[in-house]
Protein backbone atom coordinates (compact mmCIF):
# COMPACT_ATOMS: atom_id res chain seq x y z
CA UNK A 1 0.00 0.00 0.00
CA UNK A 2 1.06 3.69 -0.89
CA UNK A 3 -0.38 6.33 0.88
CA UNK A 4 1.00 9.89 0.36
CA UNK A 5 2.83 11.30 3.90
CA UNK A 6 1.45 15.01 4.29
CA UNK A 7 2.92 16.26 7.55
CA UNK A 8 5.95 14.37 10.07
CA UNK A 9 5.32 11.12 11.52
CA UNK A 10 6.89 8.21 13.15
CA UNK A 11 8.09 6.44 9.76
CA UNK A 12 9.35 9.91 8.43
CA UNK A 13 11.28 10.62 11.36
CA UNK A 14 12.89 6.72 11.70
CA UNK A 15 13.80 7.08 8.37
CA UNK A 16 15.11 11.27 8.44
CA UNK A 17 17.64 9.95 11.11
CA UNK A 18 19.11 6.79 9.55
CA UNK A 19 22.46 7.13 8.71
CA UNK A 20 23.56 7.09 4.94
CA UNK A 21 22.99 8.96 1.92
CA UNK A 22 19.72 8.61 0.95
CA UNK A 23 18.34 9.17 4.72
CA UNK A 24 19.92 12.60 4.49
CA UNK A 25 18.64 13.48 1.10
CA UNK A 26 15.52 12.58 2.41
CA UNK A 27 15.49 14.90 5.37
CA UNK A 28 17.09 17.53 3.53
CA UNK A 29 14.03 17.57 1.00
CA UNK A 30 11.24 17.58 4.05
CA UNK A 31 13.12 20.24 5.78
CA UNK A 32 13.07 22.46 2.37
CA UNK A 33 9.53 21.31 0.87
CA UNK A 34 7.68 19.17 3.83
CA UNK A 35 4.03 18.63 1.76
CA UNK A 36 4.22 21.45 -0.09
CA UNK A 37 5.72 21.70 -3.16
CA UNK A 38 3.63 20.67 -6.60
CA UNK A 39 7.30 18.89 -7.41
CA UNK A 40 8.20 16.96 -4.61
CA UNK A 41 6.15 14.73 -2.91
CA UNK A 42 6.55 11.72 -0.17
CA UNK A 43 4.87 8.59 0.52
CA UNK A 44 4.91 5.32 3.05
CA UNK A 45 4.95 2.14 1.36
CA UNK A 46 3.99 -0.82 3.32
CA UNK A 47 4.09 1.40 6.69
CA UNK A 48 8.12 0.25 6.15
CA UNK A 49 9.57 2.31 3.61
CA UNK A 50 9.31 6.07 2.22
CA UNK A 51 9.34 7.04 -1.09
CA UNK A 52 10.32 10.58 -2.40
CA UNK A 53 9.84 11.72 -5.93
CA UNK A 54 11.02 14.88 -6.64
CA UNK A 55 10.51 15.93 -10.11
CA UNK A 56 11.94 13.01 -12.41
CA UNK A 57 13.78 11.60 -9.88
CA UNK A 58 12.65 8.81 -6.82
CA UNK A 59 14.72 7.14 -4.01
CA UNK A 60 13.75 4.88 -1.42
CA UNK A 61 14.46 4.91 2.17
CA UNK A 62 14.32 0.66 3.06
CA UNK A 63 13.07 -2.17 1.65
CA UNK A 64 9.24 -3.80 0.15
CA UNK A 65 7.88 -6.67 -1.05
CA UNK A 66 6.87 -5.50 -4.48
CA UNK A 67 8.94 -3.40 -6.51
CA UNK A 68 5.84 -3.77 -9.63
CA UNK A 69 4.00 -2.00 -7.25
CA UNK A 70 6.71 1.23 -6.84
CA UNK A 71 7.32 0.53 -10.88
CA UNK A 72 3.96 0.91 -11.85
CA UNK A 73 3.02 3.97 -9.54
CA UNK A 74 6.64 6.08 -10.56
CA UNK A 75 5.45 5.42 -14.26
CA UNK A 76 2.14 7.19 -13.59
CA UNK A 77 4.30 9.79 -11.46
CA UNK A 78 6.73 11.18 -14.23
CA UNK A 79 9.50 9.89 -12.45
CA UNK A 80 12.13 8.88 -14.39
CA UNK A 81 14.84 7.35 -12.50
CA UNK A 82 14.27 5.04 -9.13
CA UNK A 83 17.94 4.94 -6.39
CA UNK A 84 17.08 2.73 -3.54
CA UNK A 85 19.30 -0.09 -1.48
CA UNK A 86 17.89 -3.38 -3.22
CA UNK A 87 18.92 -5.15 -6.35
CA UNK A 88 16.46 -4.10 -9.24
CA UNK A 89 16.32 -6.10 -12.68
CA UNK A 90 18.10 -3.80 -15.07
CA UNK A 91 19.31 -1.40 -12.13
CA UNK A 92 22.74 -0.05 -12.57
CA UNK A 93 24.93 -0.14 -9.46
CA UNK A 94 25.87 3.17 -7.61
CA UNK A 95 28.48 3.20 -4.94
CA UNK A 96 27.29 5.42 -1.63
CA UNK A 97 30.70 7.17 -0.38
CA UNK A 98 31.92 8.27 3.12
CA UNK A 99 34.28 10.94 3.70
CA UNK A 100 36.70 9.17 6.71
CA UNK A 101 39.44 12.60 6.28
CA UNK A 102 40.33 14.68 9.31
CA UNK A 103 38.17 17.92 10.51
CA UNK A 104 40.98 20.19 9.74
CA UNK A 105 40.30 23.23 8.20
CA UNK A 106 43.42 25.22 6.16
CA UNK A 107 42.77 28.69 4.57
CA UNK A 108 40.79 27.97 1.25
CA UNK A 109 42.53 28.99 -2.15
CA UNK A 110 41.53 32.01 -3.25
CA UNK A 111 40.34 30.94 -6.28
CA UNK A 112 37.37 28.99 -4.65
CA UNK A 113 34.44 30.86 -4.76
CA UNK A 114 32.45 30.35 -1.59
CA UNK A 115 29.12 32.34 -2.56
CA UNK A 116 28.83 32.31 -6.23
CA UNK A 117 25.98 33.63 -8.61
CA UNK A 118 23.58 30.58 -8.68
CA UNK A 119 21.71 32.47 -11.47
CA UNK A 120 24.83 32.54 -13.48
CA UNK A 121 25.96 29.09 -12.59
CA UNK A 122 22.33 27.80 -13.79
CA UNK A 123 23.45 29.45 -17.09
CA UNK A 124 26.65 27.98 -16.89
CA UNK A 125 25.61 25.10 -18.63
CA UNK A 126 28.19 22.94 -16.41
CA UNK A 127 25.28 21.00 -14.74
CA UNK A 128 22.92 18.41 -17.07
CA UNK A 129 19.95 20.25 -15.60
CA UNK A 130 17.15 22.52 -16.31
CA UNK A 131 18.59 26.40 -15.81
CA UNK A 132 15.30 27.57 -14.38
CA UNK A 133 14.41 24.54 -12.07
CA UNK A 134 17.74 24.24 -10.78
CA UNK A 135 17.71 28.16 -10.28
CA UNK A 136 14.55 27.66 -8.27
CA UNK A 137 15.48 24.66 -6.62
CA UNK A 138 19.17 25.49 -5.43
CA UNK A 139 17.97 29.23 -4.12
CA UNK A 140 15.20 27.67 -1.74
CA UNK A 141 17.82 25.24 -0.34
CA UNK A 142 20.61 27.68 0.38
CA UNK A 143 18.48 30.38 1.92
CA UNK A 144 17.07 27.25 4.29
CA UNK A 145 21.06 26.28 4.94
CA UNK A 146 20.22 22.76 3.44
CA UNK A 147 22.75 23.64 0.32
CA UNK A 148 26.60 24.59 0.11
CA UNK A 149 28.05 25.54 -3.59
CA UNK A 150 30.93 26.27 -4.41
CA UNK A 151 32.75 27.05 -8.03
CA UNK A 152 35.97 27.78 -9.54
CA UNK A 153 35.74 31.14 -12.17
CA UNK A 154 37.37 32.98 -14.59
CA UNK A 155 36.02 36.30 -15.33
CA UNK A 156 33.38 35.78 -13.36
CA UNK A 157 31.99 32.45 -14.98
CA UNK A 158 32.40 28.99 -13.19
CA UNK A 159 34.29 26.75 -15.35
CA UNK A 160 34.07 23.90 -12.36
CA UNK A 161 31.97 23.42 -9.11
CA UNK A 162 30.73 20.80 -6.91
CA UNK A 163 27.79 21.11 -4.25
CA UNK A 164 25.84 20.10 -1.03
CA UNK A 165 22.66 19.86 -2.34
CA UNK A 166 21.18 18.00 0.65
CA UNK A 167 22.69 18.84 4.48
CA UNK A 168 21.37 18.72 7.60
CA UNK A 169 22.34 18.90 11.41
CA UNK A 170 24.08 15.72 11.26
CA UNK A 171 25.15 15.01 7.21
CA UNK A 172 25.34 16.47 4.17
CA UNK A 173 25.08 15.00 0.44
CA UNK A 174 28.09 15.97 -2.33
CA UNK A 175 26.63 16.35 -6.09
CA UNK A 176 26.75 18.56 -8.93
CA UNK A 177 31.05 17.82 -9.27
CA UNK A 178 31.62 19.14 -13.02
CA UNK A 179 34.37 20.81 -14.75
CA UNK A 180 34.79 22.12 -17.93
CA UNK A 181 36.85 19.42 -20.67
CA UNK A 182 39.32 22.83 -20.85
CA UNK A 183 39.78 22.57 -17.30
CA UNK A 184 40.09 19.09 -16.70
CA UNK A 185 42.86 16.94 -14.79
CA UNK A 186 44.01 20.02 -13.01
CA UNK A 187 42.45 19.37 -9.52
CA UNK A 188 39.82 21.15 -9.90
CA UNK A 189 37.25 18.75 -8.33
CA UNK A 190 39.54 17.50 -6.14
CA UNK A 191 40.19 21.16 -4.66
CA UNK A 192 36.43 21.51 -4.37
CA UNK A 193 34.95 18.40 -2.94
CA UNK A 194 37.94 18.93 -0.78
CA UNK A 195 37.09 21.99 0.25
CA UNK A 196 33.52 21.38 0.76
CA UNK A 197 34.14 18.43 2.92
CA UNK A 198 36.73 20.52 5.54
CA UNK A 199 33.87 22.79 5.58
CA UNK A 200 30.65 20.43 6.44
CA UNK A 201 32.75 18.51 9.11
CA UNK A 202 31.69 16.88 11.14
CA UNK A 203 29.07 15.91 9.84
CA UNK A 204 28.68 12.60 7.95
CA UNK A 205 29.28 13.53 4.15
CA UNK A 206 28.40 11.43 1.41
CA UNK A 207 28.21 11.22 -2.19
CA UNK A 208 27.25 8.90 -4.84
CA UNK A 209 29.70 7.80 -8.22
CA UNK A 210 29.79 5.19 -10.76
CA UNK A 211 31.73 2.39 -9.60
CA UNK A 212 34.79 3.06 -12.03
CA UNK A 213 35.14 6.53 -10.01
CA UNK A 214 35.38 5.12 -6.60
CA UNK A 215 39.20 4.87 -7.20
CA UNK A 216 39.39 9.07 -7.71
CA UNK A 217 37.41 9.60 -4.29
CA UNK A 218 38.86 6.97 -1.83
CA UNK A 219 42.10 9.36 -2.86
CA UNK A 220 40.36 12.50 -1.28
CA UNK A 221 39.53 10.63 1.85
CA UNK A 222 36.60 8.59 1.24
CA UNK A 223 35.41 4.77 1.76
CA UNK A 224 32.58 2.96 0.51
CA UNK A 225 29.76 3.11 2.90
CA UNK A 226 27.02 0.74 0.63
CA UNK A 227 26.03 -0.25 -2.32
CA UNK A 228 23.11 1.39 -4.38
CA UNK A 229 20.89 0.68 -7.00
CA UNK A 230 19.51 3.39 -9.76
CA UNK A 231 16.51 2.31 -12.01
CA UNK A 232 15.26 3.79 -15.26
CA UNK A 233 11.65 3.84 -14.91
CA UNK A 234 9.94 1.85 -18.12
CA UNK A 235 13.12 -0.13 -18.90
CA UNK A 236 12.64 -3.34 -19.27
Not at 38 to 61: E, I, N, S
Not at 69 to 88: N, Q
Not at 207 to 216: G, S, W
Amino acid sequence: MIRRITEYEPLLEQWSKAAGCLPVRLAAAWDCYGGHAPDCAFYAVDDAAVLMVHGAGALLCGEVSDLAEIHMFLCMSGALTLLGAKPMQGAQKRLSMRWKGTGEKPLLPKEICTEPSLWRLSQSGLLDADPHAYYADVCRRVNRGAALIYTLEQDGTAYATAGAYAITESGAYLSGVATREAQRRRGCASALVTALCRALWPREIYLICKPPLAAFYERLGFEQHEELWEFEIGRT
